[in-house]
């Protein structure tokens, strides 16, 4: 397993924008997918998106398509979710993810490794 910490949470008003990191340690890192999720109160965990750490490819739900960017930061073993125009149904925790998978990782069951989750508030 890695660690993994999250920074970057915060409250935004709706149209906003946030950057959240994910920085992980223990391993290395180049077989890893970094997933990210979010979970509002009485509701799932809902993928968010993901990045295969080799090669950088990304993957999205349509919820977040064309708002939300990952990205990463090799050199210090850092994910990045980039938020733009943020909505107040976004509000929730988000979490950052780890585990090595040969596909599309898009449930929490994928993942054994999570980030501690950090709040997202978006006001209207």
């Known amino acids: 397993q890695v660690q993994l910490v999250e920074s970057g949470g915060g409250l935004v008003q709706a149209g906003g924008s946030l950057r959240l990191s994910c920085a992980a340690s223990?391993?290395?890192?180049?077989?890893?997918?970094m997933g990210w999720f979010r979970q509002a109160p009485g509701k799932e965990r809902e993928f968010i998106g993901a990045?295969?750490?080799?090669?950088?490819?990304?993957y999205y739900a349509d919820s977040v398509k064309g708002r939300f960017t990952i990205s990463k930061d090799n050199a210090k073993n850092t994910g990045y979710l980039q938020m733009n125009s943020l909505k107040p149904e976004d509000t929730a925790v988000y979490y950052c993810?780890?585990?090595?998978?040969?596909?599309?990782?898009?449930?929490?069951?994928?993942?054994?490794?999570w980030g501690q989750g950090t709040q997202v508030t978006v006001s209207s």
């Open positions: 223990g391993r290395t890192f180049s077989r890893y997918t």
């Open positions: 993810a780890a585990e090595i998978t040969y596909g599309l990782a898009s449930l929490p069951s994928d993942y054994l490794s």
């Open positions: 990045i295969r750490w080799s090669g950088g490819t990304t």
